[in-house]
T-cell receptor
Framework: DAGITQSPRYKITETGRQVTLMCHQTWSHSYMFWYRQDLGHGLRLIYYSAAADITDKGEVPDGYVVSRSKTENFPLTLESATRSQTSVYFC?????????????FGQGTRLTVV | DAKTTQPPSMDCAEGRAANLPCNHSTISGNEYVYWYRQIHSQGPQYIIHGLKNNETNEMASLIITEDRKSSTLILPHATLRDTAVYYCIVRASNTGNQFYFGTGTSLTVIP
């Protein structure tokens, strides 16, 4: 199916564990993003990527690692999960195009760190 | 990116127009105004964007003041499915590709 998909949709992990959230898009969009959403903070940008092998930090990158070996995939890894990383995570992608093009978001991954 | 200010919440009667304001008094000449919305538990969805002129599409209208320091998103006939958080974002089209969302306006459409 065409679109952007995140997996898993729900995840419970223990403090200190490594966990990877997956994001896959079928449009070959150059740009991909990871956001986290917490009550009172809205959506905050964690990392973004302009193309394969090009990534950059957003507003709240600490504690997260990303990679982009293939255009269609943009995994987000929490190397040692903490309770403060309990959140809903959204992945997005967009095509650079000419001028503005809209960003498409996945359905989100709800992560709970216990 | 210019900072935006939106009311935290609003109500609107079903079938009436919903007018969602956004202040962006520090907007620069090359910065656009974008609107996204997020229905509960879903990813944000693009609505509309504009630079200077008013814009309309099948979802909404965007009215930008002449001095561009504020704008209003108008949902002409609000339905219960329009209940969502609405985000106003201001940025230049050439400033990289990240979008910074604020906390938005939570719109509740009342039957």
């Amino acid at each position: 199916d065409a679109g952007i998909t995140q997996s898993p949709r729900y995840k419970i992990t223990e403090t200190g564990r490594q966990v990877t959230l997956m994001c896959h898009q079928t449009w070959s969009h150059s740009y991909m993003f990871w956001y986290r959403q917490d009550l009172g903070h809205g959506l905050r940008l964690i990392y973004y990527s302009a193309a394969a092998d090009i990534t950059d930090k957003g507003e709240v990158p600490d504690g997260y690692v990303v990679s982009r070996s293939k255009t269609e995939n943009f995994p987000l890894t929490l190397e040692s999960a903490t309770r403060s990383q309990t959140s809903v995570y959204f992945c997005a992608s967009r095509d650079p195009g000419q001028g503005y093009t809209e960003a498409f978001f996945g359905q989100g991954t709800r992560l709970t760190v216990v | 990116d210019a900072k935006t200010t939106q009311p935290p919440s609003m109500d609107c009667a079903e079938g009436r127009a919903a007018n969602l304001p956004c202040n962006h008094s520090t907007i620069s000449g090359n910065e656009y105004v974008y609107w996204y919305r997020q229905i509960h538990s879903q990813g944000p969805q693009y609505i509309i964007h504009g630079l200077k002129n008013n814009e309309t599409n099948e979802m909404a209208s965007l009215i930008i003041t002449e001095d561009r320091k504020s704008s209003t998103l108008i949902l002409p006939h609000a339905t219960l499915r329009d209940t969502a958080v609405y985000y106003c974002i201001v940025r230049a089209s050439n400033t990289g590709n990240q979008f910074y969302f604020g906390t938005g306006t939570s719109l509740t459409v009342i039957p």
